[in-house]
């Protein structure tokens, strides 16, 4: 096959988790292993249970009920379970007593290490204190605090319990706090003082004191003592070492059923209010644990490493799937290009990190700083890259394969959702191309669909999934109706996810991007990310950002906003030869209306740019909710722009 830049060696294949999970099974081949995860899911996610050495208070007396349709699948039923057991008092009582559960770094340079033993002890602590304040089974708590150690603590408490957790993003403002605190009707809050970002302390009690005040079932805020920074105190407030003070080590943690929900996480919002998926302790943790180990390959020895929030889905996906299976995670509370561009880098070598996950997005941003900065930085311990939240471009993605990966570790590009985890992904044993993800993740009957539902290949199409799987949500918190109609509405028992997918001829599946942010032009339709993808190739652009806006002619064409690498003057001349360059590589039809030069893109703190705001500050509509926005001042400079 062409295009082929990785291949697995043999003694890297025979030392892979799902190379020892295959050869347990019988299995002879990744085609036949996709086949029977597929066609089997019963008794493939039976295999990954005892694989993994998944334990169980009680056993499950079936695997899957879809009695009620597809979109209401129960799985493990009749189980009993913990994710917090899974994760940590497991490993507490085991050879793992004394080793390192989670590596942290802060901005400021602090370092902390936390055992499975003081984990389980803090976790138990703090149940304790949650239960002498009133919270039980059932009962929701949110968890708004950067990516310290105090978060998973706080994290497996609320599973000991029994109490149903709600991240939120650390970065979010007020209102968009409240929103989902009100929605999930959260009776307590973990926040921090405050948190450095980029040598800066954002007051983050400041922001959930406003938040708590719009939300009538908050009773009480624990304040984590974090960046030492003044703010008002509140009837509510108590500091987090007050709270489990004298608090003792021994809990037992409640046996939930496997459908007991255990985290509530909303989606980022950027079309209509933000929807609340439930996740449950026995599907979630048994899909996330599989993701982690036959996915990035996690073993024992492993430090794994993913640039997120706690807030976004990969930041559970982090923690669950790396404690479960008990190896060491490392978290990061800060920038990654602060106080100097090399800063993630530089973590990576002084850690030992051996999986590093990041987005496209924040590649591309560190790419600007040059080559130099990652080479001459010692990452021979890395064996694993991971990426997720966009599709690639070529030369970002190759970039991250051959400075950072130095040509020897895979990437492993998974795709999914807040609301159903991983839907398409590598395996260590599969050969890649650029930007490819392979094809479906284990268990996932997962299809591209034309626009009357059949299946489609070497074209663009809907990406689909035809059978239930663990993790998938069970349902929008307190909104059934709208579950139904969001999800499964299109096509009869069909998850319709809004991603454009495609499959080529030798079987490697690709992204597009959001099928909602798809540009027709005269009828041609073209993903933004492929148009992104063009304009970055050329050499004198770093990041860019494609959208469709309307035309009388030709129904949409298409407007870029482009970030020059330094030293290039952002001049007419230029902006006529890179429209002559995308015409180039799309095709005339595609040419851009106009490019638009500006000095940065609104992203996520993870990374994660938000076209849909871009298109509707071009078009002169009102953007109500920037809470998602790590930098909203770039929303200023695309309306100066236009």
């Known amino acids: ?330 978290l990061y509370d800060g920038a990654i290009d602060y106080p100097q561009e090399d800063r993630l880098w530089s973590m990576v070598e002084r850690h030992g990190v051996t999986i590093l996950g990041i987005s496209p997005t924040a590649i591309r941003a560190l790419m600007r700083a040059g080559d130099s900065l990652v080479d001459k930085h010692d990452l021979s311990a890395l064996r694993i890259l991971g990426s997720t939240g966009e599709p690639w471009d070529t030369t970002s993605y190759m970039w991250f394969f051959e400075h950072v990966g130095k040509k020897r570790c895979p990437i492993i590009n998974i795709s999914g959702g807040t609301e159903i985890v991983c839907f398409l992904s590598p395996l260590p044993i599969t050969p890649l191309k650029p930007c490819t993800l392979v094809g479906p993740a284990l268990g996932m009957d997962i299809d591209v669909y034309d626009e009357k539902g059949r299946s489609l290949r070497g074209d663009v199409g809907e990406l689909v999934c035809t059978k239930p799987w663990p993790s998938m949500t069970r349902g929008i918190w307190g909104d059934p109706e709208r579950f139904v109609s969001t999800y499964w509405s299109r096509f009869k028992d069909v998850w319709v996810h809004g991603d454009w997918a495609s499959v080529d001829k030798d079987g490697f599946w690709f992204l597009h991007g959001r099928s909602d942010d798809t540009i027709k032009v005269a009828g041609k339709r073209v993903g933004p990310a492929e148009v992104e993808g063009a304009l970055i190739t050329h050499h004198t652009v770093s990041e860019a950002v494609a959208i469709g806006v309307p035309d009388e002619i030709k129904g949409e064409t298409i407007v870029c906003f482009a970030v020059l690498k330094a030293g290039v003057v952002a001049e007419a001349k230029l902006k006529e030869i890179l429209r002559d360059h995308v015409a180039e590589e799309l095709g005339k039809a595609l040419k851009p209306k106009d490019i638009l030069f500006v000095s940065q893109l609104p992203k996520t703190r993870n990374a994660k740019i938000l076209r849909r705001m871009v298109k509707m500050v071009y078009l002169g509509k009102n953007v109500e909710d920037t809470s998602a926005l790590a930098n909203p001042e770039a929303l200023e400079e695309i309306e100066r722009a236009r």
């Open 1 to 330: 096959m062409k295009g082929i830049i990785w291949k697995p060696g043999k003694s890297y294949r025979e030392k892979s988790n799902i190379w020892r999970f295959m050869k347990k099974n019988g299995i002879k081949n990744y085609r036949k292993l996709v086949h029977w995860s597929q066609n089997d899911i019963e008794g493939f996610w039976d295999a990954v249970v005892s694989d993994l050495e998944v334990e169980w208070y009680k056993p499950y007396r079936k695997i899957l009920d879809s009695s009620k349709g597809i979109a209401w699948s129960r799985w493990f039923v009749g189980g009993k379970i913990n994710i917090a057991h899974n994760c940590v008092d497991k490993h507490a009582f085991s050879h793992r007593r004394n080793k390192v559960a989670i590596f942290y770094e802060g901005e400021d340079g602090t370092h902390r290490k936390i055992t499975f033993w003081e984990l389980y002890c803090e976790a138990n602590r703090l149940a304790h204190a949650l239960t002498e304040a009133g919270i039980r089974k059932g009962d929701r708590v949110g968890i708004f605090m950067p990516m310290v150690p105090e978060i998973v603590v706080a994290m497996l408490a609320c599973a000991k319990v029994g109490a149903i957790f709600i991240p939120v993003f650390s970065g979010f403002g007020a209102s968009a706090v409240a929103s989902r605190l009100n929605d999930g009707g959260a009776r307590l809050l973990f926040c921090a003082d405050g948190f450095f970002r980029r040598g800066k302390i954002v007051e983050m009690k400041k922001v959930a004191g406003e938040a708590a005040s719009l939300c009538p079932s908050l009773e009480r805020t624990i304040i984590l003592k974090h960046a030492g920074c003044a703010f008002e105190w509140d009837k509510r407030d108590v500091w987090w070492s007050d709270f489990v003070s004298g608090k003792g080590i021994d809990f037992t943690t409640e046996k939930m059923d496997s459908e007991d929900p255990f985290m509530l996480i909303y989606t980022s919002g950027t079309t209509g209010t933000p929807k609340g998926s439930v996740h449950v302790h026995g599907g979630f943790l048994v899909k996330i644990a599989e993701e982690v180990a036959y996915q990035t390959d996690m073993q024992e020895e492993d430090i794994l490493f993913w640039v997120t929030d706690m807030g976004w889905i990969m930041g559970p996906w982090e923690v669950v799937g790396g404690l479960a299976l008990g190896g060491s995670v490392f």
